[in-house]
């Protein structure tokens, strides 16, 4: 049985970014790792900082 302690949170933050609660391995498109702790992840596809957020989507007023 899974310790919930260990499991990774992830929100879906209204009209904005994923959030993930943790410290992350993330393997970029180009094959890099990073390293993120709390990424937040863009899901309005305006960021020009993909795959995090920028901020962007308030400016666009994305809506899911
Ligand atoms: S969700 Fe924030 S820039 Fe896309």
């Known amino acids: ?3 919930k302690e260990s ?4 929100k879906v ?3 904005a970014p994923l959030f993930v609660q943790g410290k992350v ?3 970029l498109a180009d ?13 309005c ?4 900082n993909k795959p995090f957020c ?6 666009i007023g994305f809506k899911d």
């Not at 890099?32 to 992840?41: A, Q, S, Y």
């Not at 596809?45 to 020009?48: H, L, P, V, Y």
């Not at 920028?54 to 400016?59: F, T």
Request: net charge positive; aromatic share 2%; proline share 6%.
């Open 1 to 3: 049985m899974e310790n």
């Open 7 to 10: 499991l990774i949170k992830i």
């Open 13 to 15: 933050l209204p009209n």
């Open 25 to 27: 391995e993330l393997t």
């Open 31 to 43: 094959g890099t790792t990073v390293v993120k702790e709390n990424p937040h992840f863009c899901r």
């Open 45 to 48: 596809g305006a960021s020009k």
């Open 54 to 59: 920028d901020g962007s989507h308030a400016k």
